[in-house]
């Protein structure tokens, strides 16, 4: 399946690798033209170049979506670019600290909660007057399936998630009457540099046994597939769903948060 993004102008952020860059490559091929933002300019403006030698329109800008003025930058930088915006994937984050509430450093608190969730609203800040300026459009926030569950040791990412939800229902009542669908999709463990980067390898081998075996964890069953593995989704999933979810076509497709399955544990 195939929608037509011919003419729309899209920015994904995060989009040097994992699901970022494969929501960019999957908005690429059917006809989008996709400015990708990243801290990682070489990561990014590697990615650009692999979907343009595929046919496709797309360049890289190095932002810091912790930042307010490059996140304004970065929308400018589309509509200059390309005339316009019309899509808008907001999925840059980092893992953070791994360590229970009451120790948690504080520094690592608020590079979280920057990085995770004030990222997002500057991010709906400039990219949805930008759209309603296009014609209307969609936005798409990348939360995770810990957006509505907890996860120890994880309070800072568990809450930028859970208020992440929640930013993205209040915009999206607020503009759907102006052409701007807004949703969020929460995916379960996928096997992204960020996962690898910032877990441990004792949580990992957590996260494995739960996708070979069909575990628990604290609250919450994880239910076995058929199809399950002993590995996390690979991005493609995700950026599966997000492409779905931002078809300009999909008018009947109401704003909401979008479960993914982790390697159909369940999630």
Do not use: C, Q
């Given at each position: 399946m195939t929608y037509d993004?011919?003419?729309?102008?899209?920015?994904?952020?995060?989009?040097?690798s994992g699901i970022g860059a494969a929501v960019a490559r999957a908005l690429a091929a059917d006809g989008a033209k996709v400015l990708l933002a990243d801290l990682d300019i070489r990561g990014a403006e590697t990615v650009a170049?692999?979907?343009?030698?595929?046919?496709?329109?797309?360049?890289?800008?190095?932002?810091?979506v912790a930042d307010a003025v490059e996140v304004e930058a970065m929308v400018e930088t589309a509509k200059r670019t390309y005339g316009g915006l019309h899509l808008a994937v907001n999925n840059a984050g980092i893992g953070g600290p791994a360590a229970p509430t009451g120790e948690y450093?504080?520094?690592?608190?608020?590079k979280v909660i920057d990085t995770n969730l004030n990222s997002v609203f500057y991010g709906l800040r400039y990219q949805i007057p930008a759209i309603i300026a296009s014609g209307g459009g969609a936005?798409?926030?990348?939360?995770?399936?810990?957006?509505a569950v907890a996860f120890?040791?994880?309070?800072?990412?568990?809450?930028?998630?859970?208020g992440l939800i929640g930013l993205t229902k209040t915009a999206a009542i607020e503009y759907a009457k102006h052409g701007v669908r807004i949703n969020a999709i929460g995916p379960g463990f996928i096997d992204t540099p960020l996962l690898s980067k910032n877990l441990d390898e004792a949580t990992l081998g957590y996260i494995r046994g739960l996708h070979r075996s069909g575990g628990s964890a604290p609250r919450r069953?994880?239910?076995?597939?058929p199809r399950s593995s002993s590995h996390p989704a690979r991005p493609s999933?995700?950026?599966?769903?997000t492409w779905w979810t931002a078809a300009t076509s999909r008018s009947d497709v109401?704003?909401?948060?979008?479960?993914?399955?982790?390697a159909n544990t369940g999630y």
């Open positions: 993004f011919k003419d729309k102008v899209a920015i994904v952020t995060g989009a040097a170049a692999e979907i343009r030698a595929a046919g496709g329109t797309a360049s890289a800008v190095e932002t810091n450093p504080l520094d690592g608190w608020h936005i798409v926030n990348m939360a995770s399936i810990l957006g120890a040791n994880s309070s800072a990412y568990v809450t930028a998630k859970h069953k994880w239910r076995r597939s999933s995700p950026a599966a769903t109401p704003s909401a948060l979008r479960a993914i399955r982790s």
